[in-house]
């Protein structure tokens, strides 16, 4: 088998970057080499992750059935997926589910409907986070890692929640549009909120089957006129299909032969360039740009020892005292700066609090005479006991769907801060290391080569946003203890009275539930990045620290010993820039 382009150059930069972990581990830099380990292990998976978006009943979990070849996913007339369901390549089929608290069961293929359905997990009451199955699809094995999630704008709330929640997860993403129903307003906006965190987004117009070659052409253009009005010019990847036919191609249903599988067959032509080309090409890319900063910042380590190894004691003792004293300072800049982020969160926090404030406030009054209305058009006909039951319903379902409206809004706004923060400090971060570099190599006078730090931040992880989904807090209204004894003429004032006041205090209650949920992320969120970020400043000082320690220590050894030393040395020189050398051509190459 001949490898192509892009393995081949995968290949040689996995070889160099093995080489380089062992280099800096070597050397005992192990902040390096653990940051270079991770950039490879990455890069040798090559894990592609596409999640399938749309509004409920467009037909995504038929679609992934279409794609691996026979009916894994349930599927159904009503509005069905409840949890995101993770695919992933696998020599066996099986599944298993990951729950909120991280406890992961073994499920028979044949139960996943139990735990994925709303039928089978109402509001998921069995607290799922995920369903993960292996599979052995060709498809799958190429990296491509498959998400169904649930569909947007149903009447189950919670379902749209979780297809938001995992829009930071993924790498590109086909959204699903239905031929029998033109893109609605909430569409739209479901795919501007997609376009924050998808770079790359194909579109399937959906069963077509049903629709006469003339209205397929009269719709795909209407489609695309209507996605650059609304999410601007540019080359819109539209695919028609029918993913119930393509299901039934490549099944046999109901009898039938197998016989081709049609649009599928194209959107797989597709996908399968773009994750041959385009997202190798930026996996290389990042992982190059990392493996060439790391490398200079081990160089700058060799020469800061060769340069300490000449000269007198005295005059390396005085440059190390500086030198010393430089990086303390740029330590406590760091600090400061990580101090700044966790004031830059705080006042997230704060404008979290006020909006929700301000929505409390602005909505309560709103809320309240929806009830009196709904008081008034339910009374006639119904008993107290009954007309409090109607009431609590009504109270119950107000609350969570206004509230899971504003909690929707208000974290897809804090989480674009909250990335553009982390970014934002990150890059401070770099120029400190930068500095870190540069200072030491004025010091010792050594010449010092600094990479794009863009390049090696936008390459690295990136930070979200996490907010724990906890379902919203609806206690039952409390029942009058009269009110199955006495007319409904006696306390029908009292009971609407008693209906608002509990409705006003349970909105109270939940609003500051949201509130603490989104701040609670927002505290996780900034101590995962704090901790990267002095991660990485110490990989660089401890690195500069620890080649002027040891060739201090190595000062007093023997002509001999020095001269043996030294050997290493230029041993270790010329293999880290043949390295560099070699990463540099990869990198041209792309």
């Not at 569409?187 to 003339?214: G, R, T, W």
């Not at 080359?235 to 649009?263: C, D, F, H």
């Not at 990580?338 to 602005?362: C, G, K, M, Q, W």
Request: glycine share 6%; with cysteine; proline share 3%.
């Amino acid at each position: 088998m001949v490898l192509d382009h892009y393995a081949l150059k995968k290949n040689s930069l996995l070889q160099v970057l093995s080489g380089v972990v062992d280099f800096a581990a070597r050397k005992g830099n192990s902040l390096a080499a653990s940051l270079l380990k991770e950039s490879a292990e990455r890069l040798a998976r090559e894990t592609f992750t596409l999640v399938i978006l749309g509004e409920f009943k467009r037909g995504k979990s038929t679609f992934i059935n279409a794609l691996l070849g026979g009916n894994l996913l349930p599927t159904a007339v009503v509005p069905l997926t409840a949890i995101p369901t993770i695919i992933q390549y696998g020599e066996q089929l099986g599944a298993s589910a990951i729950y909120l608290d991280g406890a992961r069961k073994a499920v028979p293929v044949s139960q996943i409907a139990d735990y994925v359905t709303e039928r089978g997990n109402p509001k998921n009451v069995k607290k799922l986070r995920e369903m993960q199955i292996s599979h052995p699809s060709e498809f799958l094995k190429q990296g491509v890692i498959l998400v169904d999630t649930p569909g947007v704008g149903s009447v189950y709330e919670h379902n749209t929640d979780a297809a938001y929640a995992y829009l930071p997860h993924a790498d590109a993403a086909i959204f699903m549009i239905s031929i029998d129903a033109p893109l609605s307003k909430m569409e739209i906006d479901y795919l501007k909120d997609i376009s924050k965190y998808v770079n790359k987004l194909f579109f399937i117009l959906n069963k077509i089957d049903v629709a006469l070659p003339e209205d397929i052409t009269e719709a795909l253009a209407f489609t695309r006129e209507t996605l650059r009005a609304s999410l601007g010019e540019g080359e819109y990847n539209l695919i028609p299909l029918s993913a119930r036919q393509a299901l039934l191609g490549r099944t046999g249903g109901n009898g039938r032969p197998r016989v081709a599988a049609g649009g599928i067959e194209k959107l797989e032509e597709v996908l399968g360039n773009f994750i041959r080309h385009d997202k190798g090409r930026l996996l290389l890319e990042s992982s190059a740009a990392r493996a060439l900063r790391t490398i200079n910042e081990l160089e700058l380590e060799l020469q800061l020892w060769q340069r300490a190894m000449d000269g007198s004691l005295q005059d390396l003792d005085e440059k190390i005292t500086l030198f010393a004293a430089e990086l303390e300072k740029l330590e406590q800049e760091r600090e400061d700066s990580i101090y700044l982020l966790y004031r830059e969160v705080d006042r997230l926090s704060a404008v979290v609090e006020e909006d929700i404030n301000e929505f409390r406030t602005a909505k309560t009054g709103e809320l309240l005479h929806m009830i009196e209305e709904f008081y008034t058009e339910e009374s006639s006909g119904k008993s107290a006991k009954e007309l409090i039951h109607c009431l609590n319903d009504f109270s119950r379902n107000l609350i969570q769907a206004v509230l899971n409206e504003k909690r929707n809004e208000e974290r897809l706004k804090v989480r674009s801060q909250f990335e553009k923060v982390s970014m934002r400090f990150f890059s401070r971060i770099e120029g400190i290391v930068d500095r870190m570099m540069s200072i030491s190599a004025e010091i010792f006078d050594v010449p010092v080569e600094k990479s794009s730090s863009r390049e090696y931040i936008m390459g690295s992880k990136k930070f979200f946003f996490h907010f724990e989904e906890h379902p919203t807090f609806i206690p039952s209204l409390e029942m009058l203890s009269v009110s199955g004894f006495l007319p409904k003429a006696l306390i029908g004032g009292h009971l609407l009275n008693n209906a608002k006041n509990k409705l006003v205090e349970l909105f109270d209650r939940n609003c500051g539930r949201v509130r603490y949920d989104l701040a609670d992320g927002l505290k996780e969120g900034v101590r995962d990045v704090a901790g990267e970020l002095r991660l990485r400043a110490d990989a660089v000082s401890q690195g500069l620290r620890t080649a002027l320690q040891k060739a201090r220590a190595e000062r007093g050894l023997s002509e001999e010993e020095r001269r043996a030393r030294v050997k290493i040395w230029q041993r270790d020189y010329n293999e880290l820039i043949k390295m560099k050398e070699t990463i540099r051509e990869i990198k041209a190459s792309l």
